[in-house]
């Protein structure tokens, strides 16, 4: 499965859905989004094992991508997981930040986990190579690519112009021609980067424009078995109510999916984004922190839910959302790329693709 096979559908609701298996990693990023260290959270796999067991035929998600932390440290729970989502019609993908490519073999039960699903994701930025060096990145690539597995590399810059984000990409390419797609991410203020990043806010806009957000359509299932909306490391840490979609110990993957597609506030969140709901339906004023706060904060009143329901259930919008589903799905990963990373590497997501 190669990466471009994932983003073009990662907008689309429900057809997919974001793991997290544990919060621990040994790795000690400076940036590090889920603030991951070797005593960090780790649940029993059965609430992951109840909850993949709910995937039939007939109700999955296409494709399952699992995380962490670091998910490489549970290598007999990838390979379970990715044998039942299998069974049921649904891919896998794994992400690593490779804390294993010291060892001069990759360890046999890694190399099992990661024969066992269907991409290989490794994820690296300038933090992250002053715990594990590029030349070990590339020598595990290699080795991967040698199984006959697809893999991609998802790389961080603190902003389009980052000289790290030119000179990995290529370093990346004149070790594999074109053979390895790259997905290139901005660096955000979660975790430990919160301590010494911090991101502009962007100046108060005269009319409050519809800004979608893409990232309300995969369902996200923290380390501790809770399913929410969005993969936003404060949704994961707040659980504000409007973006908890249930757990993994007591709801099926049929449930998740529809409470994600029929909930009128991620539909207006998928469609028009938070300020402008906000804005529109409430008396409320968005946040001026920014995009994410505004969605984390925003507070359902009756008469704000009594304006949202009354515009999302007319058949018009229904229509408008079928539209830009499909709209969204013709403009591909390229354009998923453009829209949540950086536009000036987005052609990167597409190396490797055949035809
Ligand atoms: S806007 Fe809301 S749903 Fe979208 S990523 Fe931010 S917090 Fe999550």
Not at 58 to 70: D, F, V, Y
Not at 143 to 150: A, E, F, I, N, R
Not at 163 to 183: E, K, S
Request: net charge negative.
């Amino acid at each position: 499965m190669h990466l471009s096979d994932i983003l073009k559908i990662r907008s689309q609701p429900g057809a997919g859905i974001s793991i997290g298996l544990t919060r621990k990693c040994p790795l000690s990023c400076a940036h590090c989004s889920t603030n991951s260290s070797l005593q960090s959270e780790e649940y029993p796999e059965d609430r992951f094992v109840r909850f993949v067991g709910t995937f039939s035929p007939q109700h999955h998600p296409e494709i399952m991508a699992l995380s962490g932390g670091e998910a490489l440290l549970r290598p007999k729970l990838i390979m379970k997981l990715a044998k039942m989502a299998r069974r049921a019609g649904t891919s896998s993908s794994v992400l690593s930040g490779l804390f294993f490519a010291r060892h001069p073999t990759i360890p046999a039960n890694i190399e099992r986990a990661i024969r066992s699903v269907d991409h290989f994701s490794v994820s690296t930025d300038a933090y992250h190579e002053q715990e594990i060096h590029r030349d070990l990145v590339l020598k595990t690539l290699d080795t991967v690519l040698s199984y006959g597995t697809d893999v991609s590399v998802h790389l961080v810059g603190a902003n389009e112009d980052d000289p790290f984000i030119a000179d990995a990409t290529a370093d990346i390419q004149q070790r594999f021609g074109d053979d390895v797609p790259i997905l290139v991410n901005l660096l955000e203020p979660f975790g430990r980067a919160r301590k010494w990043f911090s991101k502009a806010v962007p100046e108060e806009q005269e009319q409050i424009k519809a800004s979608p957000c893409h990232m309300a359509a995969w369902p996200v299932m923290s380390y501790d078995g809770t399913i929410v909306a969005c993969g936003n490391d404060d949704v994961i840490e707040k659980l504000p109510d409007h973006l908890v979609l249930g757990h993994a110990m007591t709801d099926s993957w049929q449930t998740i999916s529809e409470r994600s597609a029929s909930s009128c506030t991620l539909r207006a969140i998928r469609l028009y984004g938070p300020e402008f709901t906000v804005n529109r339906f409430s008396s409320q004023k968005p946040d001026c922190t920014g995009y994410c706060d505004t969605c984390i904060n925003m507070q359902p009143t009756r008469d704000f839910g009594k304006n949202l329901n009354k515009h999302m259930t007319s058949p018009s919008i229904r229509l408008l959302e079928d539209t830009v589903a499909v709209l969204r799905l013709e403009a591909g990963a390229e354009a998923f790329a453009r829209s949540e990373g950086t536009a000036k590497f987005s052609d990167l997501v597409s190396l490797g693709r055949d035809g």
